[in-house]
């Protein structure tokens, strides 16, 4: 039997780069590439590596010889073992120009296309406590941390109210003290936790399919409405009612208090009931007086300010002069098609999910928005030519596509119609790049705007205007 091959440890390299999914970048001594899941660029630290490919490495620093002045110490104590905000230990500043530097990156690279001078990436003004919508799952075995196996110590509360651990599906990180969505969301969470184990509600066991208690969810709006939705593996009425009168009572500002009983085997609520138990079964999001309904299923951008400021450019990019037809692709809510209304002939909005589209109708009738028409279903079934003969050619299309980006037979029915300007707003510019490639021929890139949603994380957001040749 052959002995297991070591992982490596490099000694001293200088970390030069932050690159996708957050990972840091140095060079080993054989020139090829290693990326290291904690360092920030400027360290010098000695790096095991964990996996090794036939072009690069993958690592982590075990010892640091220098610290970058690029850093900043992290504000939250989970940080290190929570995967929720892999770059809070780089300022602000630095997290801007990485993202930035990774859409340029993509953009020229990727795509090999001309571009504009990208304008500079806008941040977000509140760096913390900015998510609208948190998901904390139980757990009666809760992930212990590096210290706490070190002590030794015997622990007799297992129970856990958190996020997962990152590539594990069944270990859940106990969380104190989330810095990433605004009182009272903390305060629920561990008034919730508390409660449930002084009352011995059983905590959900992911393996074996047992428990009681399974998801937390929480939702607020910038008027200051906020949904709890508790998720329950089965019925047990005197338990689930006592967590629920005590939660109400406790939070008597909760707009929205409902459940769900969920015992499949995977705790998506999509396919299930929610009940609600006390108050409205939606809350409100407000924008430039518009009133968007948002219920337990209803996507909706996660950090609100900021998703104004994006639409606000989107609709800026889309140059309206009030006559175009506009089409809005995979339009989710169609919340940038009605942001957009006012300023259009009419807009059309395209989506896969019949839920989401139920809400725009809804929506766009509580706004008085007479312009606007919402249709379901997959993107490369709907928006073809027998649909554009029948509603009009767009002048202008606004493309919101998942991070996957645009079909092919998406992008060619596009390329066959040649509307005069296209808004790409993407959660992901490589794909981006992927599909401003395949539309180079026909359209010019004229402006490129970043858009940061995600402080402490590596997500960005790209919108880029098409103008034809």
């Known amino acids: 039997m052959g002995r297991k091959k070591q992982n490596i440890i490099f000694e001293k390299l200088e970390i030069t780069d932050a690159g996708a999914k957050g990972k840091s970048i140095a060079k080993a001594p054989d020139g090829k590439v290693v990326f290291i899941n904690n360092a920030v660029p400027g360290d010098i630290a000695d790096i095991q590596t964990t996996k090794k490919k036939r072009s690069f490495y993958e690592g982590t620093a075990i010892e640091f010889h220098k610290l970058s002045e690029k850093r900043v110490e992290p504000v939250c104590q989970h940080f290190g073992t929570c995967g929720g905000c892999k770059w809070q230990f780089m300022g602000y500043e630095h997290q801007l120009f990485y993202k930035q530097q990774e859409i340029e990156n993509n953009l020229i690279r990727l795509g090999k296309i001309e571009l504009p001078e990208v304008t500079p990436i806008l941040g977000s003004k509140d760096i913390y406590f900015y998510r609208n919508k ?35 599906w069944d270990k859940i990180l106990d969380i104190k003290k989330c810095h990433l969505q605004a009182d009272p969301s903390n305060d629920i969470r561990n008034f919730v936790k508390e409660f449930a184990n ?15 208690l399974r998801t937390l969810m929480i939702r607020t709006s910038s008027n200051g409405e906020i949904m709890v939705v508790v998720q329950f593996f089965k019925e047990e009425k005197a338990k689930r009612k006592l967590l629920m009168d005590h939660l109400a009572k406790k939070f008597p500002e909760i707009t929205s208090l409902q459940y769900v009983i969920n015992s499949k085997g995977n705790d ?19 924008m430039e007086g518009l009133k968007f309904k948002i219920n337990a299923k209803s996507f909706y951008q996660t950090n609100s300010e900021q998703a104004y400021q994006l639409y606000k450019i989107t609709r800026d990019f889309a140059q309206l002069t009030g006559n175009e037809l506009v089409y809005d692709l995979y339009t989710g ?21 019949p839920v989401a589209i139920e809400d725009a109708r809804e929506n766009a009738k509580r706004n008085n928005i007479e312009n606007t028409e919402f249709y379901a279903g997959d993107m490369k079934k709907v928006f073809t030519a027998g649909f554009i003969k029948k509603h009009g050619h767009p002048d202008v299309i606004i493309t919101d596509p998942p991070r996957d ?65």
């Open 134 to 168: 948190m998901e904390f799952s139980f757990s009666d075995s809760r992930w212990l941390t590096l210290d706490e196996i070190n002590s030794g110590e015997e622990f007799e509360d297992k129970n856990a109210l958190g996020f997962h651990i990152p590539g594990m």
């Open 268 to 286: 998506t609520i999509y396919d299930q009931e929610v009940i609600c138990y006390k108050g409205r079964d939606h809350i409100f999001e407000e």
């Open 333 to 353: 809510t169609g919340t940038i098609a009605q942001f957009v209304a006012k300023h259009a002939k009419k807009v059309i909005g395209i989506e896969a999910v």
């Open 405 to 469: 980006g645009m079909h092919k037979d998406v992008i060619a029915q596009i390329i066959g119609i040649l509307p005069q300007r296209i808004v790409y707003v993407s959660c992901n510019s490589a794909t981006q790049a992927r599909d401003l490639a395949l539309l180079d021929e026909h359209y010019k890139v004229t402006r490129v705007q970043p858009v940061d949603m995600f402080p402490q994380t590596f997500h960005v957001e790209n919108v880029v205007c098409l103008e034809k040749r």
């Open 198 to 212: 002084k009352n011995e509600l059983a905590f959900f066991n992911t393996r074996e399919q047992t428990g009681l």
